[in-house]
Nanobody, 128 residues
Framework: QVQLVESGGGLVQSGGSLKLSCAASTTNTFTSYVLGWFRQAPGKEREFVAATNWNGGVSEYSESVKGRFAISRDNGERMVHLQMNNLKLEDTAVYYC????????????????????WGQGTQVTVSS
């Protein structure tokens, strides 16, 4: 079992920055999980944003956030972060962190259905 709790969301102007954090608690080995960030805008499906492998050495991003967002993880603190820069109106959504046991290849970490655990989400609103 893994419990995930996100924080750091809020209201920011277009072009601004926010850093989301996700704290994990688990009785399992934290490094056995790929960690990802997803988002869900009103009326839309949950979509992949970013993911990182067991030690944070490899990360992947959706095309819409590549170059603006950065995912990182701290295994000692059992945390995963999402630094979001140059935010756009279309980044407005509820952001969720997730944990999955799938291996970090073949893009399986991009699929919502492959994630076993989710946080409750944190709202990010970008205004003009």
């Amino acid at each position: 079992q893994v419990q995930l709790v996100e924080s750091g969301g809020g209201l920011v102007q277009s072009g601004g920055s926010l850093k989301l954090s996700c704290a994990a608690s688990t009785t399992n080995t934290f490094t056995s999980y790929v960690l990802g960030w997803f988002r869900q805008a009103p009326g839309k499906e949950r979509e992949f944003v970013a993911a990182t492998n067991w030690n944070g050495g490899v990360s992947e991003y959706s095309e819409s956030v590549k170059g603006r967002f950065a995912i990182s993880r701290d295994n000692g603190e059992r945390m995963v972060h999402l630094q979001m820069n140059n935010l756009k109106l279309e980044d407005t959504a509820v952001y969720y962190c997730g944990a999955t046991s799938v291996a970090f290849y073949d893009d399986e970490f991009r699929r919502v259905a492959n994630y076993d655990y989710w946080g409750q989400g944190t709202q990010v609103t970008v205004s003009s």
